[in-house]
């Protein structure tokens, strides 16, 4: 943000008035300021050409020279702020399951992968001082954001995440224990783990026992979601390998024990999430469970820009000078 520090000077904008008075409607003597541009012959006559355009174009630049010159008598400055944090935020991996029973559509016709990410965005949003990673798992498991407080990053990542793009398969051992892996790397004042599933373990080595031990080790907190209806539940997705559509219905469900005994084991919390209202509740009960560090000072540095105006106003003074008396030669003052 560009400001003046001593705008005070701008008064000396008032002498524009007298001035302008002064050298383009009264001249001592009756005098005009004449150029051998406008002479037409026997006798001068004032005309309306390109000579008087430029003339009144050098009157404009050096008017607009003065005020820049006067501006910069203001004290122009740049000045810009930024938050410097007085404590480590913590370090937190969204743990998001991807495979083809996420596309259920009961969430008021919305999908559940959807409304995930779109909460998902909501809770990121509502971070400071946090560093925020994505996992996300089907049948294999994948790192898509690695802990980062870029969140305009983490965010595009959300909104280009495909479902199924990890095969037919719900490997929740597995994205949990790859999450710890990547946070125990990162040096924030607490590593959290948020597992949004809505799936029984089928796929992977790691069972969701063993990653929950992992976790507890690493004194890593591993809130868990189970999102979705239970029973008869309608399902459309496109299988990104073979862009075949698919649509109908299958039986939903998950082991809610096993989420239980995850967030359990690691001294966290389960949520069930089986609508909008639910689902987001739960984000915010965990954001209020897991307050980040968010003391900060702010620290403010300004940059003076009076060289910048003095240049262009002594340009622009110059350019007057230049047409009134290399251009247009004017012979008279």
């Not at 996420?102 to 946090?130: C, H, P, Q, W, Y």
Request: proline share 4%.
């Amino acid at each position: 943000m560009t400001v003046f520090l001593q705008p005070l000077y701008f008064l000396l904008l008032l002498l524009f008035i007298p001035g302008v008075y002064i050298r383009h409607v009264r001249k001592p003597g009756n005098a005009y300021p004449l150029t051998q541009g406008l002479w037409q012959g026997s006798v001068f006559t004032k005309r309306t050409s390109l000579p008087a355009v430029l003339y009144w174009s050098g009157s404009l630049c050096f008017w607009a020279g003065l005020g820049l010159l006067i501006a910069s008598l203001a004290g122009p400055a740049k000045v810009t702020s930024e938050k410097q944090y007085l404590e480590k935020g913590m370090d937190i991996a969204l743990v998001l399951d991807e495979s083809p029973s996420m596309a259920a559509e009961d969430f008021g016709g919305v999908r559940r992968f959807d409304t995930a990410r779109d909460l998902i965005k909501r809770f990121v949003a509502s971070r400071e001082n946090d560093a925020i990673g994505l996992i996300t798992f089907g049948k294999e498991a994948a790192l898509r954001v690695p802990p980062t407080l870029d969140y305009p990053r983490l965010l595009q990542t959300v909104n280009d995440l495909t479902l199924a793009d990890l095969g037919d398969g719900t490997a929740i051992g597995l994205g949990l224990a790859l999450a710890c892996n990547h946070l125990r790397k990162g040096g924030g004042a607490k590593q959290i783990i948020i597992l949004i599933t809505d799936g029984e373990q089928n796929a992977g080595e790691i069972s969701p026992e063993t990653a929950a031990l992992i976790a507890d080790a690493l004194s890593i907190a591993v809130y868990t979601i189970g999102i979705g209806m239970k029973g008869q539940v309608p399902l459309e997705y496109r299988d990104p390998e073979t862009g075949r559509q698919y649509r109908g219905t299958f039986e939903s469900g998950f082991n809610e024990e096993i989420l239980t005994g995850i967030a359990g084991t690691t001294g966290a919390r389960y949520y069930r999430a089986s609508d909008f209202e639910s689902l987001r509740r739960a984000f915010d009960s965990i954001g209020f469970r897991e307050k980040g560090n968010t003391s900060f000072r702010q620290l403010v540095s300004t940059s003076y820009r009076h060289s910048l105006f003095i240049l262009f106003g002594l340009l622009l003074v110059l350019t007057d000078v230049v047409i009134r008396k290399l251009v247009l030669r004017e012979v008279l003052p």
